[in-house]
């Protein structure tokens, strides 16, 4: 069973950056394709970015154009997540998906971190 480890979130002022990471727990394939959503209360999980892992092929919400970098490290089988600019409206539980579809939408997604916070105040 593949886990996958999210690190990095916190709480900071509009404008400020952070820098999220998610490591697999192990080295069984778990797809091609590694994406970061959020969630706030009462929404639904939101693409953010996703990545084609083999040749680093990626993918922005509109929202974060510009702002975020997804980018994969596979000699650490790590995800990351570089947050720069960060307004209010990012504050939410971070997730990291695996999986083999090229898709943005979370259920076609089959492995999950826990998810870590990220808060950003006005």
């Known amino acids: 069973q593949v886990q996958l480890v999210e690190s990095g979130g916190g709480s900071v002022q509009a404008g400020g950056s952070l820098r999220l990471s998610c490591t697999a727990s192990?080295?069984?394939?778990?797809?091609?394709?590694m994406a970061w959503f959020r969630q706030v209360p009462g929404k639904e999980r939101e693409g953010v970015a996703r990545?084609?892992?083999?040749?680093?092929?990626?993918l922005y919400a509109d929202s974060v154009k510009g702002r975020f970098t997804i980018s994969y490290d596979n000699t650490q089988r790590t995800l990351y997540l570089q947050m720069n600019s960060l307004k209010p409206e990012d504050t939410g539980k971070y997730y990291c998906?695996?999986?083999?579809?090229?898709?943005?939408?979370?259920?076609?997604?089959?492995?999950w971190g826990q998810g870590t916070q990220v808060t950003v105040s006005s």
């Open positions: 990545i084609y892992t083999l040749i680093g092929t990626t």
């Open positions: 192990r080295s069984t394939y778990s797809g091609p394709y």
């Open positions: 998906a695996a999986g083999t579809r090229a898709s943005v939408v979370a259920a076609h997604f089959d492995y």
